[in-house]
């Protein structure tokens, strides 16, 4: 590893820079993972404006959908395309801490950088048991991991502050990405553990807050992002310019960027968070058009219907981001 289990979370706040942009997971007809696509994914992904690292197994790749063997052949042609250009997080959260602590395992030794571990989904869970699940997960692990805390009801568990901050004595938890929808909620998350973790963000709104509110505590960086996807092209890098006016304390020009990026998100995405969850056949239909390898969803996940397709596809072609006169193209 870059670091021992101590110094995790000194390295992400001093090694982490930019947004770590999901990845989506293309498959073919016959609903195999298209390797050759995932690479050129990679490949795409790093290129964008404002990237700084990779997020892999993120809701966005329908990690949920593919098998124990498919998952570790994703991370590792992953890292291998990375190539240490940029930092790698894998997601390797499952229900059972054991299958969990096996993925971070496999992360670790596929050479990832960091692993993400989400509090185990599905049944009853409180304080104590959370508690004991990343105890559990951590137990042999030297990667360092970083823990997730959202509101969305799709997780249907709220890793609070006070929870965040009682994982502390585990060495390489290294920092929490705070997706609350709520900027008190955040606010209170960087107050409680803000001089011990990084407390990252996936939304420009919510870093602008922090950096101006909480200059000191709120990192360099964003984790889980989707939006330098969906809402710039390298010939208008709304994202980069935020990102790149915001590190250079040009706030006043960081928040025209934002408007932009908000207004084109506030259709393609932030209404379905607001509900609660992440539209993925849309986002990935999206992708498909912005230039990405996708294909088609696996089951269960709903396809995005056509009208809300063809909304979204008007406000891409609006913004100069797709051809206004082929909206529909690939």
């Known amino acids: 590893m870059k670091y021992d289990r101590a110094g995790a979370a000194a390295w992400v706040r001093s090694n982490?820079?930019?947004?770590?942009?999901a990845l989506y997971t293309p498959f073919d007809t016959d609903g195999a993972i298209d390797f050759s696509g995932l690479r050129a994914n990679v490949r795409r992904t790093m290129d964008l404006p404002g990237v700084g690292g990779i997020s892999v197994n993120t809701l966005h790749q329908e990690y949920w959908t593919l098998t124990t063997d498919e998952r570790r052949r994703l991370v590792e042609a992953t890292i291998d395309e990375v190539a240490g250009r940029m930092p790698v997080i894998v997601g390797c959260t499952d229900p059972s801490w054991k299958a969990t602590a096996d993925f971070c395992r496999h992360a670790q030794s596929a050479g990832a950088d960091l692993v993400m571990v989400w509090p185990s989904y599905y049944g009853p869970r409180d304080a104590s048991g959370v508690r004991a699940y990343y105890e559990a997960v951590a137990a042999d692990l030297d990667v360092g991991m970083l823990v997730y805390s959202t509101t969305l009801s799709e997780?249907?568990?709220?890793?609070?502050?006070?929870?965040?901050?009682?994982?502390?004595?585990?060495?390489?938890?290294?920092?929490?990405?705070?997706?609350?929808?709520?900027?008190?909620?955040?606010?209170?998350?960087?107050?409680?553990?803000?001089?011990?973790?990084?407390?990252?963000?996936?939304?420009?709104?919510?870093?602008?807050?922090?950096?101006?509110?909480?200059?000191?505590?709120?990192?360099?960086?964003?984790?889980?992002?989707?939006?330098?996807?969906?809402?710039?092209?390298?010939?208008?890098?709304?994202?980069?310019?935020?990102?790149?006016?915001?590190?250079?304390?040009?706030?006043?020009?960081?928040?025209?960027?934002?408007?932009?990026?908000?207004?084109?998100?506030?259709?393609?995405?932030?209404?379905?968070?607001?509900?609660?969850?992440?539209?993925?056949?849309?986002?990935?239909?999206?992708?498909?058009?912005?230039?990405?390898?996708?294909?088609?969803?696996?089951?269960?996940?709903?396809?995005?219907?056509?009208?809300?397709?063809?909304?979204?596809?008007?406000?891409?072609?609006?913004?100069?981001?797709?051809?206004?006169?082929?909206?529909?193209?690939?």
């Open 155 to 330: 997780l249907g568990y709220y890793l609070d502050p006070s929870q965040v901050a009682d994982l502390l004595h585990i060495p390489n938890i290294c920092g929490v990405q705070n997706t609350t929808l709520n900027l008190a909620q955040y606010a209170s998350m960087l107050r409680a553990v803000g001089d011990r973790l990084p407390v990252a963000t996936s939304l420009e709104e919510y870093f602008f807050f922090g950096k101006s509110a909480f200059p000191d505590a709120t990192p360099d960086f964003m984790i889980g992002s989707s939006r330098p996807i969906f809402c710039q092209t390298r010939d208008r890098p709304h994202c980069g310019r935020f990102f790149d006016a915001m590190m250079s304390g040009r706030h006043d020009e960081a928040a025209v960027h934002m408007r932009t990026i908000l207004a084109i998100a506030e259709k393609l995405q932030s209404r379905y968070f607001a509900s609660g969850f992440h539209h993925v056949g849309l986002f990935k239909a999206l992708a498909g058009r912005l230039g990405m390898v996708t294909g088609p969803v696996r089951a269960p996940i709903a396809r995005p219907g056509p009208e809300e397709l063809r909304e979204c596809l008007a406000v891409l072609a609006s913004e100069g981001l797709i051809d206004a006169d082929r909206p529909n193209a690939t």
């Open 16 to 21: 982490l820079k930019g947004y770590m942009t």
